[in-house]
């Protein structure tokens, strides 16, 4: 078995098109996750050099040092609870201790490779991820304000209200008027 971690797989689709592209090179998938693929086939029968082209075609990447590694992994557990978390409620969550507890590492070592890797700070991509996904709920116009505030754990309407002028430059009632309205894909939000 061998483990191969994939940045920028970000979504269900990511998912379905890595698993596509590697059964098409005869790989046997034993399991796949967001930024993760575990194959079942002796390690000199893989040929990196052909998972990496694949991959790269497709906008992934292969994924090979440590410290990519986990600026990888603090991105896709960041993603996963803001973006396809069921629950739908980030009101309880605690980013520092949720990044600390599920990659066994202090936060503050997370935070200062995150941000000396990645230009910025952890919580500056947390809140560009909730502002996407406060754009696509607005879009979807199936809950108020209030209930997208609080299912995504702002203290407030006001605090979402000012968070998403802020990196936005509009309104959450501005944006939601408009008629072409921009969302950024997930694997690009990181400034």
Same mark, same amino acid.
């Given at each position: ?27 046997? %998938?034993?399991?796949?996750?967001? =930024? ?5 086939? /002796? ?15 497709? =906008? ?8 990519? #590694?986990?600026?990888?992994?603090? +991105? ?9 978390? #069921? ?8 980013? !520092? ?8 590492? !202090? ?16 919580? +500056? ?6 502002? @996407? ?7 979807? *116009? ?5 209930? %997208?505030?609080?299912?995504? =754990? ?14 936005? =430059?509009?309104? /959450?009632? @501005?944006?939601?008027?408009? +008629?072409? +309205? !921009?969302?950024? /894909? %997930? *694997?690009?939000?990181?400034?």
């Amino acid at each position: 078995m061998k483990t191969i971690l994939i940045k920028n797989m970000v979504c269900n689709r990511c998912i379905k098109v890595v698993r596509e592209e590697f059964e098409k090179l005869g790989l046997n %998938i034993k399991n796949i996750i967001l =930024g993760e693929v575990v194959i079942d086939i /002796p390690d000199e029968r893989i040929d990196m050099t052909k998972i990496k082209s694949v991959l790269e075609e497709n =906008g992934f990447e292969l994924l090979d040092d440590r410290q990519t #590694k986990l600026i990888e992994k603090i +991105k896709i557990l960041i993603i996963e609870l803001i973006h396809h978390n #069921k629950e739908r409620d980030l009101s309880g969550i605690n980013f !520092s201790e949720y990044l600390s507890n599920n990659i066994n590492l !202090s936060y503050q070592y997370l935070s200062t490779l995150f941000s000396s890797t990645e230009g910025i700070t952890i919580e +500056k991509f947390i809140i560009n991820q909730k502002i @996407e996904k406060v754009k696509e709920m607005l879009i979807y *116009d199936e809950l108020t304000l209030s209930e %997208i505030s609080y299912q995504l =754990g702002y203290s407030s309407v006001q605090h979402l209200s000012s968070q998403f002028k802020k990196i936005t =430059g509009l309104s /959450p009632t @501005e944006f939601k008027h408009l +008629k072409n +309205k !921009s969302r950024i /894909p %997930i *694997d690009k939000l990181n400034r």
